[in-house]
């Protein structure tokens, strides 16, 4: 298309999505899909993004497939009216508590699912 002097990411069907909306539509539905996932998990999916979405994503966000920063990932978010969840977990293995941070992506204004607590004072019935 280039040779025609048009901008593939700009052509769009007529009556349909331009090239950069259906990648921005894509990318908001993978976003969706993302819970409860630790750092290391989180990394590469922001290498996913920064590789898969490069030319619709904000000019300051862009990389070279290579991983970016929470601030501009939340950026990201608030252009596809989502927000990051961030939570820190206690777990406890072989007999040491550590603390993990885990990531979830949720639509902007929803409130994430609160986790029941149970007492081991509670009865059985």
């Known amino acids: 298309m280039r040779w025609m002097g048009k901008n593939p990411e700009e052509l769009e069907v ?13 990318l908001r539905k993978y976003l969706c899909t993302i ?3 630790d750092n290391k998990t989180m990394q590469g ?5 920064a590789r898969d979405y490069k030319q619709v994503l904000p000019e300051d966000v862009r990389t070279k497939g290579k991983s970016f920063s929470e601030e501009k990932l939340e950026k ?3 252009i596809l009216h989502l927000q990051l969840k961030k939570e ?12 993990k941070t885990y990531y979830s992506i949720l639509e ?12 081991e004072d509670t009865e059985e019935i």
């Open 108 to 119: 902007e204004g929803e409130e994430p699912e609160k986790e029941a607590e149970f007492s």
């Open 14 to 26: 007529a009556g349909g999505p331009t090239y950069k909306e259906s990648q921005l539509e894509e």
């Open 45 to 49: 999916i922001k290498e996913k993004i």
């Open 35 to 37: 819970s409860d996932v």
């Open 76 to 78: 990201i978010l608030s």
């Open 88 to 99: 820190e977990k206690r777990e406890r293995r072989e007999g040491k508590t550590t603390k």
